[in-house]
């Protein structure tokens, strides 16, 4: 079975940092692409950042709205993805969910991680 | 950036009814795009990719079609379990966009 768990979440304060790990199994994960997508509290969702697979180079896209300071990294060898968030912002809370894909992406979710910004 | 325009921001129906909902792309992307269910407090499903594929295992009253800048997504018979919110992802261009959601409510 496929499967994405996200990890990580928590209450921050404005300026600092925080790393999501996004687990997966059930699949060749270095043969995916894995993506972030954010859900701010009765919001709509909101694409963060992209990584491709080795294959295709590695890189790594990112929304206007974190470029900048946010990185999406992976370790094939251990099958996570993570998203390190720095100079976090109070727009920056929301649920963060992990997808996977890039032809047709976004196929298996996480069930999400709650970050919360606040002093 | 694309800017996906989806339309109505909610909508009233009864079980049994057809519903359409509707995304329109600021300028063309083949059919790169997918279609989104979410629940409250779940995460969201893929319905649709490829613009008019049926995700396996998704039910078949669901329908996409379009291409280039407008798209549809039909649910042919509305069922109880479909009462949810419903969103529209262009993959086509970076930054990918998501359409602002459309909320499914009972009439």
Known sequence: EV?????????????????????????TFRDYAMNWVRQAPGKGLEWVGSIRKKDSGGTTEYATSVKGR??????????????????????????YFCTRGYTNPFDCWGQGTLVTVSS | ????????????????????????????????????????GKAPKRLIYAASKLQSGVPSRFSGSGSGTEFTL???????????????????????????GTKVEIK
Request: with cysteine; net charge negative.
């Open chain 1, 3 to 27: 499967q994405l768990v996200e990890s990580g979440g928590d209450l921050v304060e404005p300026g600092r940092s925080l790393r999501l790990s996004c687990t997966a199994s059930g699949f």
């Open chain 1, 70 to 95: 946010f990185s999406i990294s992976r370790d094939d060898s251990k099958s996570i993805a993570y998203l390190q968030m720095n100079s976090l912002k109070i727009e920056d809370t929301a649920v």
């Open chain 2, 1 to 40: 950036d694309i800017q996906m325009t989806q339309s109505p921001a909610s909508l009233s129906a009864s079980v049994g009814d057809r519903v359409t909902i509707t995304c329109r792309a600021s300028q063309g992307i083949r059919n790169d795009l997918g279609w989104y269910q979410q629940k409250p």
């Open chain 2, 74 to 100: 039909t649910i042919s018979s509305l069922q109880p379990e479909d009462f949810a919110t419903y969103y529209c992802l262009q993959h086509n261009t970076y930054p990918w966009t998501f359409g602002q």
